[in-house]
């Protein structure tokens, strides 16, 4: 596999997004630590989904999108881009579906899967509120479908880049709970070590083989199913930092790294290793539902798109003015001032 994968270019990309830090955190009497960011499946977990799901495609779909595989690995974080900037993008990326459950209630038997039952039930203000990811799932397939029936490249490559990243957020854990960062229970920062630092640490590491995806008949299932998955391991995910917090010496929780000119905490190697293993690899398994899952999506909505001929659309680069409205968010995002935070 190693040709697939630049991961030269990965590294320098985790390290760039990783990069809250300014340099006027270095001041006269050298860097100063700075507490541990987050960031979301990490930009790296986000750009990995994406580029492995290419290769899970059937060979009428391959060509394409091997051919556009840096456009859909770059674009895998545009919506994370957005989210400051955009007002409604925020609620995309999540659902915090323990809001829902009271007394022992099972979430998923008190919201209604389906957009307008769930509207008629808690209002749509209170579902915006407490986020909507497995609806916008269904949204961007219809689009991207819509966008394979009119063979638009532009629309192909921007809906197929960001479906990927919204079905990545739905298969993490803290995606789906309301403590999403252990902000209720004294574990700041667990969001990002979840999915950012230890993926970034072991993602050399993980099995990429994923198989083929497959034809997906309800989309809106596939999105809850994956939903539901994450929220069963949030119990795990909290519960097994807190023990392993407690047992740890608390002197060697975080370590130092020098990012640019300034020393950014993180959790140490040590930590994440041990948090790891006793999670049983359950970062491994849900980046490799999520790689299936953004491949099975793209290929449903390309078949539920007739199966247009995709060879016709190959030598034909995103248009000039695709590239300068990215262009603008990038720029946009480099002047955010929330840039690479979610949860602090
Ligand atoms: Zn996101």
Redesign the pocket.
């Known amino acids: 596999m190693g040709n697939w994968f630049n991961w030269k270019k990965f590294n320098l990309t985790t390290f760039c997004s990783i990069l809250i830090l300014s340099s006027a955190l270095a001041g006269a009497n050298g860097p100063l630590p700075v507490k541990p960011n987050t960031h ?2 990490g930009f790296f977990g ?1 750009k990995r989904i994406n580029r492995v799901a290419v290769f899970t495609l059937p060979p009428e779909m391959l060509g394409f999108f091997k051919e556009n595989i840096e456009f859909i690995t770059e674009h895998a ?1 545009d ?2 881009k957005r ?1 400051y900037s955009v007002e409604g993008e925020a609620q ?3 659902i915090d579906i323990d809001h829902y459950a009271h007394n022992g209630q099972n979430p998923f038997e008190v919201v209604p899967r389906k957009w307008n039952d769930a509207v008629e039930k808690f209002t749509e203000d209170t579902l915006q509120a407490y986020g909507i990811v497995p609806w916008h799932i269904l949204v961007m397939k219809m689009r991207l479908q819509k966008a394979f029936e009119s063979k638009n490249v532009d629309l192909i490559l921007k809906y197929a880049s960001e479906i990927g ?2 079905i ?2 739905a298969h993490v854990p803290l ?1 789906t709970t309301e403590n999403y960062n252990g902000q209720l229970t004294g574990q700041r920062g667990i969001h990002g070590l979840w999915e950012s630092r230890i993926v970034e640490i072991n993602a050399e590491e993980y099995d990429y083989f994923v198989g083929k995806g497959k034809y997906i008949s309800n989309v809106l299932n596939f999105a809850w199913e994956a939903v539901e998955a994450s929220n069963a391991g949030v119990d795990s995910v909290l519960t097994i930092e807190k023990e392993l917090t407690a047992e740890f010496p608390s002197d060697l929780k975080y370590s130092y790294e020098q990012r640019g000119q300034a020393l950014i905490q993180v959790y140490s190697k040590e930590f994440c290793d041990e948090y790891q293993r006793r999670l049983n690899g359950m970062v491994e398994r849900r980046m490799r539902e999520a790689i299936v899952g953004v491949g099975s999506i793209w290929y449903t909505a390309w078949v539920d798109a007739g199966q247009p001929d995709l060879s016709i659309l190959t030598n034909t680069p995103p248009s000039p003015e695709l590239l300068k409205e990215l262009q603008e968010l990038e720029e946009m995002y480099q002047h955010t001032e929330h840039k690479g935070t ?1 949860c602090d």
Do not use: A, E, Q
Request: aromatic share 18%; no cysteine; net charge neutral.
């Open positions: 979301l499946w986000h974080v919506p994370d989210r995309r990326h999540y990243h919204y990545g957020d995606h979610i």
